[in-house]
Each structure stands twice: as structure tokens, then as C-alpha cells.
């Protein structure tokens, strides 16, 4: 690493991962390209000099702007239906599982598949004239790779029901105001968003910031009481690391720790 595949680019800058859906003229999510963007983050979560992942668009016109239409057309039995359905699901899971956080720098259209990619990824940074959606009850489907579950997790119940049964689209301001993204930038400045919060996140102890994640993902869907043991157990594994002993001391001494990821 860095890597490449045919429409999925990686690399690393200053303990960054930037990830790159390169696949002209909208990033469409082809069979091809989530098996590389599988494989990319397999790459990612073994590289130690890679602390934070982005994953944007290639272009200025799209994130990704769905699923190819052209491959979904093609599905003729419910059993090619569920391969598909459990190939692009399977994926954006080992995104929402990294332990390493990944931020979507949603630099033009996320609709469908796009979306569903999106929201498996721990932030959002997106641009101010970006198109969210998930219309895919217009096409006579619905969303197969998380959408009618991670949607209602992150924006609610009634508004993810209404949003998915129209196919109605909406602008960046409104998905800033239902939750769903963290931050609106102008249009040129996401990319650049996105690394200044990677790289915050990157001068912490990854020791902290992976048990934080892991925590947060484990305990969301589970009874108050279970999370709470999670939480209990990844603190206490944390509180025993050298880069606990080394952020007490700093804190106490009044100077920035120097933490080792260890």
C-alpha cells in the first residue's frame, strides 16, 4: 500500500488513508468496484502508518450516485438478488466495523448505493450543493446494502420511512439538519474538511480513538446495560496502555502528549 485497483485508488498522506471511487461518469457501484473497496479497507485496517480513512469520489459531479443500473437489470432470480444484495451489505459492514475511523467526503451526488456507502462510515463531511437520496422505490426496488437500516438508525423512524417510500431527494442543509452528515462546506472545501477532522483524530492515541469506536458500534444496538459493559471493558483495557500513562502525565505536566499508539 498504497494501492490501486481498476476504479478504486488508495493512498496514504500523513497518516491518512484517502480513499478514491474513480469510476467515470457518475462512481457507480459495480460488482468490480465493491470487491476493490473491500479489498481496500482489508489494506487500510492492517497498515499501521494509516491512523484515519477517507473515502470520496473521483470527479467533481459525484460521491456515488447509486448502484449501475445496467448490473441490477441483469439480476433475473431471487437468488442472484440475494448475492448481490449480501456482496455490497458484507462490505459496507467491514466499513462500519473498522476500528480505524472513516470519514465520507461527500464531494457531489449520494444517492442509493451511495448513500447506503455513506452511511457506513463513522463521519460525513459533504458539500453544499450535494444531492442525497435514496431513490430506489422509483425504479420498482428498494435500497439492499443497509439502507432501510442504517437510514432509521440515524435520522429516525418516521422520516427515513417517509424519505425511502417517496425516493425524494433532498439538499446537504437538510441532511445536515436531520443528523445524517456532521458537517456542510462549500463545495470546493470538502476534501479538504475532511483531512483537517482525519487529522485531528490521527494526533490522538489510536489505542483511545479505536476503543471509542469499537464501543460506540458495539453498544448502539444493544440494551443500555450491555453497552454499558462494553464500554466498561474497552475503558478498562485503555486505562492500562502506555498512551494512558503518557496523557495523565501530559495533562498533569501541561504539555502536549506525545502519544505511541501502544
Do not use: Y
Not at 52 to 79: L, M, N, P, R, Y
Not at 81 to 95: D, H, S, Y
Not at 158 to 180: N, S, Y
Amino acid at each position: 500500500m498504497p494501492s490501486a485497483g481498476a476504479w478504486v485508488k488508495v493512498s496514504i498522506e500523513d497518516r491518512l488513508a484517502i480513499v478514491t471511487i474513480d469510476h467515470p461518469p457518475v462512481n457507480a457501484l459495480n460488482r468490480q468496484t465493491i470487491q476493490e473497496l473491500g479489498e481496500a479497507f482489508e489494506g487500510i485496517a492492517s497498515n499501521s502508518s494509516a491512523k484515519v480513512a477517507i473515502i470520496t469520489g473521483g470527479g467533481s459531479f459525484a460521491f456515488v450516485a447509486g448502484a449501475d443500473i445496467k448490473e441490477v437489470a441483469q439480476i433475473t432470480s431471487v437468488e442472484a438478488a440475494k448475492e448481490m444484495a449480501a456482496l455490497g451489505q458484507a462490505v459496507f459492514l467491514k466499513i462500519q466495523r473498522m476500528q480505524k475511523p472513516v470519514i465520507a467526503a461527500i464531494n457531489g451526488v449520494c444517492l442509493g448505493g451511495g448513500l447506503e456507502l455513506a452511511m457506513s462510515c463513522h463521519l460525513r463531511i459533504s458539500g453544499d450543493r450535494v444531492r442525497f437520496g435514496q431513490p430506489e422505490v422509483n425504479l420498482g426496488i428498494i435500497p439492499g446494502w443497509g439502507g432501510t437500516q442504517r437510514l432509521p438508525r440515524l435520522i429516525g423512524k418516521a422520516k427515513a420511512m417517509e424519505w425511502i417510500l417517496t425516493g425524494d431527494m433532498i439538499m446537504a442543509q437538510e441532511a445536515a439538519r436531520l443528523g445524517l452528515v456532521n458537517q456542510v462546506v462549500p463545495q470546493d472545501q470538502v476534501l479538504k474538511a475532511a483531512k483537517d477532522l482525519a487529522r485531528k483524530i490521527a494526533s490522538k492515541s489510536a489505542v483511545a480513538v479505536s476503543a471509542a469506536v469499537s464501543a460506540m458500534e458495539q453498544g448502539i444496538d444493544v440494551s443500555i446495560e450491555e453497552g454499558l459493559a462494553k464500554e466498561a471493558e474497552a475503558f478498562s483495557k485503555v486505562a492500562a496502555s502506555e498512551d494512558s500513562k503518557e496523557g495523565i502525565k501530559a495533562f498533569l505536566e501541561k504539555r502536549q502528549p506525545q502519544f505511541k499508539d501502544h
